[in-house]
Antibody, heavy 126, light 107 residues
Framework: EVQLAESGGGLVQPGRSLRLSCAASGFTSGFTFSRFSMNWVRQAPGKGLEWVSYISSGSADVYYADSVRGRFTISRDNAQNSLYLQMNSLRVDDTAVYYC???????????????WGKGTAVTVSS | DIQMTQSPSSLSASVGDRVTITCRASQDIDNYLAWFQQKAGEAPKSLIYAAFALNSGVPSKFGGSRSGTDFTLTITNLQPEDFATYYCQQYKSYPYTFGQGTKLEMK
């Protein structure tokens, strides 16, 4: 069974930094982390889902939501089967549960999110 | 950015009912539309991708359809475990965008 496990969340003051990690497992089920693109999605308390960032399997392509561009950096280490989100200059409105989600290939260059981790909570407050 | 307008925002139904949730895209997204189910305190679960295709392990009581830029999620024979919040999401272009969500509550 494919599993994703986020970590690194916590309470941080505005303006500070935090690094989230997402560890992938389930390789006996045929999941090869290095072959999949990945995403980060967040959900503020009591709110809906907001896509944050995408990274392709080999890290060549990355995309960001306008709300985090220039402050957050997505990266991955395929040798470690891990995905990361470096969050700098954190703001109160970055408070959310952050999920990593696997991107499976649909048609052409389109990817849908099919497997999600349980999330890690980030609280930005003074 | 592509806007996804989901309706209704909440829906009250009974066990055994059939319900429909609609999502309208602000522009053509072909079939690049996914549906997710999220129960309170849990991560989202993928139900449908490519507008119609059921994800592995998802029962056939869930169904997706499309008419132009309007997409529909239909759930038949509602069971207690189906009461949750449902989201649509387009993956035609970045930034990916979600609908506002539909909270399905038991009547």
């Amino acid at each position: 069974e494919v599993q994703l496990a986020e970590s690194g969340g916590g309470l941080v003051q505005p303006g500070r930094s935090l690094r989230l990690s997402c560890a992938a497992s389930g390789f006996t089920s045929g999941f090869t982390f290095s072959r999949f693109s990945m995403n980060w999605v967040r959900q503020a308390p009591g709110k809906g889902l907001e896509w944050v960032s995408y990274i392709s399997s080999g890290s060549a392509d990355v995309y960001y939501a306008d709300s985090v561009r220039g402050r957050f950096t997505i990266s991955r280490d395929n040798a470690q089967n891990s995905l990361y989100l470096q969050m700098n200059s954190l703001r109160v409105d970055d408070t959310a549960v952050y999920y990593c989600a696997r991107a499976s290939h649909d048609i052409g260059d389109k990817f849908y999110m099919d497997v999600w981790g349980k999330g890690t909570a980030v609280t930005v407050s003074s | 950015d592509i806007q996804m307008t989901q309706s209704p925002s909440s829906l009250s139904a009974s066990v055994g009912d059939r319900v429909t949730i609609t999502c309208r895209a602000s522009q053509d997204i072909d079939n690049y539309l996914a549906w997710f189910q999220q129960k309170a305190g849990e991560a989202p679960k993928s139900l449908i991708y490519a507008a119609f295709a059921l994800n592995s392990g998802v029962p056939s009581k869930f169904g997706g359809s499309r008419s132009g830029t309007d997409f529909t999620l239909t759930i038949t024979n509602l069971q207690p475990e189906d009461f949750a919040t449902y989201y649509c999401q387009q993956y035609k272009s970045y930034p990916y965008t979600f609908g506002q969500g539909t909270k399905l509550e038991m009547k």
